[in-house]
């Protein structure tokens, strides 16, 4: 079976951006955190598996 898998040049959701923090092992951030920080990236990329984020990158630009 070949798995499908897309790239998205494209900022994640608040939702998706917070469980793949956390499912990779990185800090937690509140929703107010991420809702602050997102709208900042420079550039963000997703990877999509069946239309679910399953992976993300970004450069901040929020000072952070």
């Not at 790239?7 to 955190?33: H, I, M």
């Not at 709208?39 to 630009?61: K, T």
Request: hydrophobic fraction near 40%; glycine fraction near 12%; avoid cysteine.
């Amino acid at each position: 079976m070949t798995e499908s898998y897309t790239v998205l040049p494209a900022t994640p959701s608040v939702d998706d951006y917070r469980r793949l923090r956390a499912e990779s092992g990185l800090s937690p951030k509140t929703e107010a955190a991420a809702l602050r920080g997102l709208p900042n990236s420079l550039f963000a990329v997703q990877v999509l598996h069946e239309g679910r984020a399953v992976g993300m990158g970004r450069v901040i630009g929020d000072g952070g």
